[in-house]
T-cell receptor
Framework: QKEVEQNSGPLSVPEGAIASLNCTYS??????FFWYRQYSGKSPELIMS????GDKEDGRFTAQLNKASQYVSLLIRDSQPSDSATYLC??????????FGQGTRLTINP | GAVVSQHPSRVICKSGTSVKIECRSL??????MFWYRQFPKKSLMLMAT?????????EQGVEKDKFLINHASLTLSTLTVTSAHPEDSSFYIC?????????????FGPGTRLTVL
C-alpha cells in the first residue's frame, strides 16, 4: 500500500464547476497535511495546509480532513482554466519527512 | 514572504563532470532544507534532508558520495552531483522550512533542470 494515494486522473471539469480532489494516507499518526499545485515544468506551489478534522476555506479552495477515515480532499469552486495543473497531496510522516502522492492531473475545460 | 531561490535554473553538462546547485531562502532563515528529484510525469522523491551545520540525512537508495549536500548557513544549501551521468538527468527541487507558516510547512524553490549528455 502506498503511503499517500491519489487518483492520477486526468480529471476534467467544466469551467465554473467544482473540482474535487481526493487523497488517502496510510500512517494513522500523521498530523499535518498539505495540498500543492504544480504546473508543467514548474516546482510545487503551496495552496493549503490543514491540521484539524473538518473544513478549512481559503478563497475558492476548501481543504477537508477526516483523520478517522485517513482521508483529505481539496475542493476548488468556480474552476478556472488557470486551475489546470497537477495537484499534489502531501503528508508529514515521522519528524519532518514530507511524503507526496503521485498527483492528480486536473484539466478545466472552457 | 517565504521565497526560495535556486541557481541555476537549467544546466547542460557532459558526462563525468560535476554540477553544483544552490538553494537559498531569501527572506527567512531555514533550519532545514530538503532536496528532491522528479522524473517526467512522476511525483517528487525526497533525496535528503539537510540541517544547518550538520551532515545531511539521505534517503535509502541515494548515494551520499554522488550527491554531496552542504548546508553551511541558515539561508544556503548546495547539492553537488558528482561525476554526472545521463541517468542523473532530472528536475532537482529544493525546499526550505521555517518561513512564517507553520513550523512544518515547506516552501519550494523553482527547480533546476539538469541534462547530462
Amino acid at each position: 500500500q502506498k503511503e499517500v494515494e491519489q487518483n492520477s486522473g486526468p480529471l476534467s471539469v467544466p469551467e465554473g464547476a467544482i473540482a474535487s480532489l481526493n487523497c488517502t494516507y496510510s500512517d494513522r499518526g500523521s498530523q499535518s497535511f498539505f495540498w500543492y499545485r504544480q504546473y508543467s515544468g514548474k516546482s510545487p506551489e503551496l495552496i493549503m495546509s490543514i491540521y484539524s478534522n473538518g473544513d478549512k476555506e481559503d478563497g475558492r479552495f476548501t481543504a477537508q480532513l477526516n483523520k478517522a477515515s485517513q482521508y483529505v480532499s481539496l475542493l476548488i469552486r468556480d474552476s478556472q482554466p488557470s486551475d489546470s495543473a497537477t495537484y499534489l497531496c502531501a503528508v508529514i510522516q515521522g519528524a519532518q519527512k514530507l511524503v507526496f502522492g503521485q498527483g492528480t492531473r486536473l484539466t478545466i475545460n472552457p | 514572504g517565504a521565497v526560495v531561490s535556486q541557481h541555476p535554473s537549467r544546466v547542460i553538462c557532459k558526462s563525468g563532470t560535476s554540477v553544483k546547485i544552490e538553494c537559498r531562502s531569501l527572506d527567512f532563515q531555514a533550519t532545514t532544507m530538503f532536496w528532491y528529484r522528479q522524473f517526467p510525469k512522476k511525483s517528487l522523491m525526497l533525496m535528503a534532508t539537510s540541517n544547518e551545520g550538520s551532515k545531511a540525512t539521505y534517503e535509502q537508495g541515494v548515494e551520499k558520495d554522488k550527491f554531496l549536500i552542504n548546508h553551511a548557513s541558515l539561508t544556503l544549501s548546495t547539492l553537488t552531483v558528482t561525476s554526472a551521468h545521463p541517468e542523473d538527468s532530472s528536475f532537482y527541487i529544493c525546499s526550505a522550512r521555517g518561513g512564517g507558516g507553520s513550523a512544518d510547512t515547506q516552501y519550494f524553490g523553482p527547480g533546476t533542470r539538469l541534462t547530462v549528455l
